[in-house]
């Protein structure tokens, strides 16, 4: 069973910096791909940033410059670290972890898991 448990949200004026961090049950080197979506109230939940295994990242054209997502393999965490926040950031962000299971000798199957969220307020 894996557990990923997100801390670090909270209340920030504009202009002003967060970190997010999840906590994997275990060893994250499992995880091919970790990332973190957010969902607006209203909204789909959007992707906003994701490192590979390997330290690629992938980032929202609306973060871009502003966060910075990082993988620390020896403490099972990934965070992110958010800067010059705007009030459009507002939503509940979530952690997700992709996995690969092997189902039989030829084939595989991507698994997500996803943390409960937690709540990023930026507001005046």
């Known amino acids: 069973q894996v557990q990923l448990v997100e801390s670090g949200g909270g209340l920030v004026q504009p202009g002003g910096s967060l970190r997010l961090a999840c906590a994997a049950s275990?060893?994250?080197?499992?995880?091919?791909?970790m990332g973190w979506y957010r969902q607006a109230p209203g909204k789909q939940r959007e992707l906003v940033a994701s490192i590979t295994s390997g330290g690629s990242t992938n980032y929202a054209d609306s973060v871009k410059g502003r966060f910075t997502i990082n993988r620390e393999n020896g403490k099972n965490t990934v965070s992110l670290q958010m800067n010059s926040l705007k009030p459009e950031d507002t939503a509940v962000y979530y952690c997700?972890?992709?996995?690969?299971?092997?189902?039989?000798?030829?084939?595989?199957?991507?698994?997500?898991?996803w943390g409960q969220g937690t709540q990023v307020t930026v507001s005046s």
């Open positions: 997700n972890a992709r996995q690969m299971i092997q189902l039989t000798m030829s084939t595989q199957k991507s698994v997500d898991h």
């Open positions: 275990g060893s994250i080197s499992r995880f091919y791909v």
